[in-house]
Structures are given as structure tokens and as C-alpha cells.
């Protein structure tokens, strides 16, 4: 009764604000700034509208009959699954931040390095939940972005916290070997950063504070040279970028005490800078045409990185998607500074986003063909570069390198698949020891993986990943997702994060289905793959996805009404737009943390830093394809949508809420089944298994009453 009362309650009050807003026409094409309203994150009217909503969504969901026993069944998943953490060498130690249910805000933790290589007693030295109580902050570590610790020892970080999970953090120095704070040590307060040290008493720091001048994207245009014991205000500005750049990059590799600095001016147009002790910035003669972001990795000799346009190197033309290198050794001569690494066959890709690593003296990298990845490893000699093969996967096995040692030779390999658990292995010469490995939490030995492909409306094959019940009947209710922007892939993964982590073993577990679409805009077959989707082309990406979407439904497997999409960021965008465009091919939707609204995202959070991949709003080229796709304006009053499940966080800062508040006021206006759930704390990762099972717990069940049930 108590439980009735709250969800009439929640949903009058919610209905009772939506009338007291202003009046919305959603038919009729783009309209104009008519929800701005809804678009400072903490705006009174704004939150307040939200957390209404929020209410009476989680009011609803949470009286469904099946959401006790999802949630006690995910909260088992996330006990049983000891999930696997990266593991970072660092010179005579190993790090990693060690999250669990018991812990979800995670440990930092060291092990010494032993003098075969592998790893002692794991000593926790920073418990991240203990250290928020005690500042009385919901402070959450940003240990694998927005931290950075001292070469070659590393003993002392500069480690990242974020305030409720936004990405603009504070900075503290840190000691790993005595587990304490350093007294005095370098401090900054919280703001959009990016820092690197160059030596034990100078760090280069990029900090968006004060008057200081930003970029389009809010992030700081000036670098400073901060020495310790010296105010942040007065460290001196050694670089101003110009307004219109999207932010910096820094990059410290190696034992030289040399800062890589990288004006990203626009995601794929980079200039590259070294920037020394002394603070003396000195352009490096690299083509401008990079992919994403700049150097990928380097020894102590040389740093690496990816051309997306063909190039002169070393007296021949190479073609994009090459590795090329850049030789800092003075003896070198200028000419010969820049150094052709490797140049991908015909059918291989060599993805930019992850997996280059660099030890003392190798670079590794993955090549991926036909689906199946091979990681190399690239040693420069008198003869120039030699690349050979250092480990490969099956099709489907997503393989990378994810830490090397700067100071040796020694690699951690993650080898992980839809069907086949995480592990991690120190790679050490010859020798392969393995570190950790996630226990098997839903029956795999029930599932296969097929590749398979489907014809997109120009005639492009375009493949995708089906996960399927090998005793699968015709119409399984299956899950689809993908990405398509920023030349990203969603590689396999077991229970990964982009999958919704251990939330999908429940779906597993009632014989369900997932399908992964490798859709343009992403980088699955390389730069071409990922152009054909830019801008004005956005519309590629969608139509892939509805054929690979019509493609399961057309075969038998499965059915409108048992067909399921969701997707995050760019991906939650995806499946806003398709469920807006294709309403009558999907039973149900899920859209988090997504862009939303296609003619204003150049003004909310840092959406003015991505006008290279979507378009600029002000081009009328740009407007009116953005004006035929942006979910927010072709939502129409008479049109029959899906239920939508959209979820997102006050504190992310990087897309912003507006878009998620705007979609549901849409939606709702037009008379569907929408819930919005703004936690209002967790930034772009709100959707996290381990800090909110509940809001997890809520979507599964969302999908699995829509998707499975009668």
C-alpha cells in the first residue's frame, strides 16, 4: 500500500510539472530553443523536473513483480564474478585500483615486483571510499585517466579524484610506498586537467580555473610550468592553444625528462609539441593528419604514432593507417627523424584506441584480420624497424597489450571474450604467468558466437557479433547495441562495462541474445570505416544498424517485440535515434548517458569538441542533416514509440544531462512509456554494476518485462 501510494504520489506531481511548463510543439521540424530550460545541469527547475521524474520512474520500475529477484540476482553476479583489475607495471612495483562490491569505489593497492618478474603481496594504500568520508566529498579515484605517476621508480603519483564522478578532478600528490599524501606536495584544486610530470620537482599542468583563457570545449588553452612549492596562479604560462582548439594532450614516456604536448585541435588534425625541464616547447616536424589522440606510445628512444592520411616518410609516400615513428636521438639526422614503424597488409587494422604499449626498448600493437587479433611487437635496430608477431587470439577473443614496464622488457597481456572469462598474464620473454582471472559466472558452455553479416541500405556489408543460446528457437528475445563514432570499436568482452557488465548474465541466464554491430563511424575496418559516418554522412551509421537490426528479424531469430536496443554515449544516441526512426523493429529501448539533442550540443558540457565528427550546427549543410536525425526534433506527437529507459547523471559534465531530460520530454509529451533515472551522482559513468546496482537492476528488469515476459 505504502509502495501505491508513493508511485500515485510521484507520478501526479511529476504530471502536475510537465503542465506548468511551457507548451512544446514536437511536430512540424526542428523547433526552436523551447527547452533550454532543461539544460543547466543544477538549474532549480531543471533538477527539480528531473528528480521527479527520476522518482516516479524508479517508483514504477521498482514495483514491477520481477525487481526483487533481479536485484538479488545481480548483487550474486557481482559477489561471484571477482572481476578482473587491470594491473599497471611501474618500474619495481605493480598498481591497480581493486573495486568489488564490498568496495565499490575501489582500493589502490601495490605489490612489489619480485626479481623474476612476478608479483608479490597485494598491500592496499589508498582505501578511495575512507579518504572521501574523511574529506566529506563523494570523491571517486580517476586512476586510469587523470593520474599519472613519476618515472622510472614511480613511487610518487599525482593521482586524480573526481568530485560525484564528473571529469573535472583534483589533483594530490601521492606517495605509494609510505600509502600517505606527500605534506606539501603538488596540489591542485578541482577543474578540467591535463599534467604530466617532466621530473621530480616539475609537472606540465593544463587547469581550467580562474580567467584563465579555455578552449570551445571548456578545457584549459594555456600550459604552465609548475614547479614544486610554487602556487599554481604563478607556475608560467609556456604555451596558449587557440580558442577554437578542443583540448590539450600530455604524454610522458620513457626515462628522458620530456613532455609530448598535443593540441588536439580537432580529433583529427593534431599538433605535437616537445616541451623539457627548462620549459623550452619545440614543434615536432609530424603531418598533421593523426588519428586519435596523437602519440600512442614510445620508448626511450622513440614515440609512436598513427598517420589517418597518406604521407611523406622517410623519402616514400606510406598510407594512412600506418605506424610511423619519431627518433629523438640528437645523432639522428633531421631527415631521418621520422621512421616508418609498420604499414597495415591489405584487410588489417590496426586500431588506434587501445592496446599500444611501450617497454625500455619494443612497441606492441594490435593487428586485427578477419576479426582475429595478433599483437606485434616493433624494435627499432641499425636496419630500422623490425615488427613480428608476439601473441595471437581466435575470432571473437578481443587480446591487447594493457601495461609494459618503461623500465624492462616485461608486458601484462588481457585476453577476454563474450563466452571466455578475463585474464591477465605477465608476459616475460618466453615465460607466461598468470596474474588473475575472472571466475565463470553464467553457463557459457550454452552459448556460441557467430559473425555474421547484413546488407546496409547502400549495399555495404556491415558484420555484427550475434551471442546466441545454442538451443535457440525462432524468435529469442536478443539485445542489440553498438557505437559508430570517434573510430571506436566495442571489442569482445566478458560481462564488459559497454555490455552492461554483470547485468547481462541475468539476461543470459533466460536464454536471451546479444548482438554486437560493427556499424560505420567506428573503427572496426579502419579510417575509411569511420569517415563514411562524419558529419553529414551521420545517417550511414543509423542504417547500418536497422539492417543489421531488420537482418535478425527477417532470418527468424528473433522478433520486433523481443528485440531489445541500448547503447551509452555516442551509443546511446544510436539507439535514441533508431528507436525514433524504426519504432515498429524494437519492443523496448534503453538510451544512457546519450547526445539527444543534435543542433545544441556544440553548447552543453564539452560538445563543442567533437564539431570534427558530428558537424557544425551553424553550417546549413550540417544543420539539416543533423535537423533529419537529432532525436529531440523528430519526435512526433502522433508517432507510437517503444518504452524508452533513459539514464544518466546531474554530474556528467562531459555530454551533460540536457540531452537525456530533453529526449524524455519529448517522449512524454508524445504519449509514450518513457522513464528518465538521473542519479545525481557518477558522471558519463553512471551506469556502473558495482556503485549502482539498483539503477542496473532497474533496467534489467525494464527489458526482461518488456522483452521475455508474456
Excluded at 510539472?17 to 526552436?32: N, T
Excluded at 608476459?427 to 558466437?449: H, K, T, Y
Aim: include cysteine.
Amino acid at each position: 500500500m505504502i509502495r501505491r501510494r508513493f508511485l500515485a504520489a510521484a507520478a501526479a506531481s511529476a504530471l502536475a510539472l510537465i503542465s506548468a511548463a511551457p507548451a512544446l510543439a514536437v511536430e512540424g521540424g526542428p523547433a526552436g530553443d523551447d527547452l533550454e530550460w532543461l539544460e543547466p545541469a543544477e538549474g532549480e527547475r531543471a533538477l527539480a523536473w528531473a528528480r521527479e521524474q527520476t522518482a516516479a520512474a524508479r517508483a514504477t520500475l521498482s514495483a514491477e513483480p520481477g525487481y526483487g529477484g533481479v536485484l538479488e540476482e545481480l548483487k550474486s553476479a557481482l559477489t561471484a564474478s571477482s572481476p578482473v583489475t587491470d594491473i599497471a607495471l611501474l618500474g619495481p612495483r605493480a598498481v591497480r585500483l581493486k573495486r568489488d562490491p564490498d568496495f565499490p569505489k575501489g582500493r589502490l593497492q601495490v605489490a612489489e615486483r619480485r626479481p623474476d618478474g612476478a608479483l608479490g603481496e597485494w598491500k592496499t594504500v589508498l582505501d578511495v571510499a575512507a579518504f572521501a568520508a574523511q574529506e566529506g566529498r563523494p570523491y571517486t579515484l580517476n586512476w586510469g585517466y587523470g593520474s599519472t605517476c613519476l618515472p622510472p621508480e614511480n613511487r610518487f603519483c599525482l593521482l586524480g579524484f573526481s568530485d560525484g564522478g564528473g571529469d573535472e578532478l583534483m589533483l594530490r600528490e601521492f606517495d605509494l610506498e609510505t600509502g600517505r599524501f606527500v605534506q606539501d606536495g603538488f596540489a591542485a584544486p578541482a577543474g578540467r586537467v591535463q599534467s604530466a610530470w617532466i621530473d621530480a620537482d616539475t609537472v606540465l599542468i593544463a587547469h581550467a580555473s580562474g580567467d584563465d583563457p579555455r578552449t570551445a570545449a571548456g578545457w584549459a588553452a594555456t600550459a604552465r610550468l609548475w614547479r614544486r612549492g610554487q602556487a599554481l596562479a604563478e607556475a608560467p604560462v609556456i604555451f596558449t592553444a587557440p580558442s577554437g582548439d578542443a583540448t590539450f594532450q600530455f604524454t610522458r614516456v620513457g626515462s628522458a625528462p620530456r613532455v609530448l604536448m598535443t593540441r588536439v585541435i580537432d580529433y583529427s588534425t593534431f599538433e605535437v609539441f616537445a616541451v623539457d625541464g627548462a620549459g623550452t616547447v619545440t614543434k615536432l616536424p609530424l603531418p598533421r593528419s593523426l588519428k586519435p589522440f596523437g602519440p600512442l606510445g614510445g620508448t626511450d628512444r622513440h614515440m609512436v604514432f598513427q598517420l589517418s592520411e597518406p604521407a611523406e616518410i622517410g623519402g616514400r609516400r606510406v598510407a594512412a593507417e600506418s605506424l610511423v615513428a619519431y627518433d629523438f636521438d640528437p645523432a639522428t639526422p633531421e631527415a631521418a627523424r621520422l621512421q616508418l614503424v609498420y604499414e597495415p597488409a591489405a584487410g588489417q587494422v590496426v586500431s588506434s584506441y587501445g592496446g599500444f604499449r611501450a617497454t625500455r626498448s619494443r612497441v606492441f600493437f594490435p593487428v586485427q584480420s578477419n576479426l582475429a587479433v595478433t599483437v606485434m611487437a616493433a624494435r627499432h635496430g641499425p636496419a630500422g624497424w623490425n615488427v613480428a608477431p608476439f601473441e595471437s587470439a581466435d575470432a571473437g577473443v578481443d587480446l591487447s597489450v594493457t601495461s609494459a614496464d618503461a623500465a624492462g622488457e616485461d608486458v601484462v597481456l588481457r585476453r577476454a571474450g563474450f563466452l571466455q572469462p578475463t585474464a591477465l598474464d605477465l608476459a616475460s620473454g618466453d615465460r607466461r604467468v598468470r596474474l588473475e582471472a575472472a571466475r565463470e559466472v553464467f553457463n557459457a558452455s550454452a552459448f556460441q558466437v557467430d559473425i555474421r553479416t547484413a546488407r546496409s541500405r547502400d549495399g555495404t556489408m556491415v558484420d555484427y557479433y550475434l551471442v546466441r543460446p545454442r538451443a535457440a528457437s525462432a524468435n529469442t528475445p536478443t539485445l542489440i547495441t553498438g557505437y559508430g563514432a570517434f573510430g571506436l570499436t566495442l571489442p569482445p568482452a566478458y560481462l564488459g562495462r559497454s555490455f552492461g557488465g554483470e547485468a547481462l548474465k541475468l539476461w543470459f541466464d533466460r536464454g536471451g541474445a546479444l548482438a554486437v554491430a560493427a556499424v560505420r563511424g567506428g573503427g572496426e575496418k579502419g579510417q575509411d570505416w569511420h569517415r563514411a559516418a562524419l558529419r553529414e554522412r551521420r545517417q550511414t551509421s543509423y542504417d547500418d544498424f536497422i539492417a543489421v537490426s531488420e537482418d535478425l528479424v527477417s532470418s527468424g531469430f528473433t522478433r520486433p517485440d523481443r528485440l531489445g536496443v541500448f547503447g551509452t554515449s555516442n551509443g546511446g544516441l544510436l539507439s535514441a535515434v533508431v528507436a525514433v526512426q524504426r519504432p515498429d523493429l524494437y519492443g523496448a529501448a534503453v538510451s544512457d548517458a546519450p547526445l539527444a539533442d543534435m543542433l545544441r550540443y556544440d553548447r552543453i558540457a564539452m560538445g563543442a569538441a567533437w564539431k570534427d565528427e558530428y558537424g557544425d550546427p551553424a553550417d546549413s549543410t550540417i544543420h539539416a542533416a543533423l535537423s533529419a536525425y537529432s532525436p529531440v526534433h523528430n519526435v512526433r506527437a502522433d508517432g507510437r514509440y517503444p518504452p524508452v529507459l533513459i539514464s544518466v547523471s546531474t554530474t556528467d559534465n562531459r555530454v551533460g544531462p540536457a540531452h537525456a531530460r530533453k529526449l524524455a520530454w519529448r517522449l512524454s509529451q508524445a504519449g509514450g512509456q518513457v522513464f528518465l533515472i538521473e542519479d545525481e551522482q557518477g558522471g558519463h559513468g553512471v551506469s556502473d554494476p558495482l556503485a549502482r546496482p539498483d539503477l542496473m537492476a532497474l533496467r534489467m528488469e525494464f527489458l526482461i518485462s518488456r522483452l521475455m515476459r508474456p
